[in-house]
């Protein structure tokens, strides 16, 4: 229960890693808001809250676009109107509509609307809960956490994958720099960027080159579950993480070791 008496929005939550750290999330004692465009969960099975509320846990649904200003207001409006304070934001939503493209094949629509959601998205995310977090009261030594998803392809180069590394890149200049102007505020910023995931995904995700070359490239002997980021962002949120501010946290099984 190292989040009893939180509480936490988490974008991007009814599938995959957001749905993930929901429920390990409120599991450790925190409420919950998840964030995302439906309920449905793409890997199939109850809606997050459900589960969550099936275990004793706090949960609400929103809907929310986070590439809409609008919709991230409101959003983290209703979750203080509701809890009475934000002590965690996780900036998980990232769009899926799109596959991989190269430069030159990678059209301005594809460009703009991964940058939306992805960049755009947690810019909104963290400049709503900064504006939130800076006048709250402190727990212990802080007043609020954000957490980001970044990715390691936001690190390393990876073939024909430009819109999508671009906007990872970004979010780890973003967290970099938010956590340095508002550390005096007692905001912990960091972000987390996952290695290759099993989350539910279908399609080219999964498909068996790209498997094969992600297996290749991860020296741990599996790849990565939902439930690995899910305990790295705890950490993150918890008072166990204490002295850590503007890091992004490699949960990749070695990949960017290798």
Known sequence: MRLQGRSAIITGASSGLGRAMALRFAAEGAAVTVADLDQTPREGGEATIDLVRKEGGQA???????????????????????????????????????????????????????????????????????????????????????????????????????????????IDYMTRSVARDYAAHNIMVNAIAPGKMLTGKTGPAIAPDVIAFSESRTPWPRLGRPEDIAGAALFLASDDASFIQGETLAVDGGWLAS
């Not at 929310?64 to 919709?71: F, R």
């Not at 109107?81 to 769009?95: K, S």
């Not at 899926?96 to 755009?120: F, G, H, I, M």
């Open 60 to 170: 609400e649904f929103v809907t929310c676009d986070v590439s809409d200003w609008s919709a991230i207001d409101a959003l983290v409006a209703g979750h203080v109107a509701h809890h009475g304070r934000l002590d965690i934001m996780i900036n998980n939503a990232m769009t899926t509509r799109y596959s991989p493209k190269p430069l030159l094949e990678t059209s301005q629509e594809q460009w703009q609307a991964v940058l939306d959601v992805n960049l755009t998205g947690v810019f909104f995310g963290c400049k709503r809960a900064v504006a939130q977090m800076i006048d709250q009261d402190l727990v212990g030594e802080v007043r609020g956490r954000i957490i980001n998803l970044s990715s390691q392809l936001g690190i390393r180069a990876a073939p024909g994958n430009l819109s999508y590394g671009v906007s990872k890149a970004g």
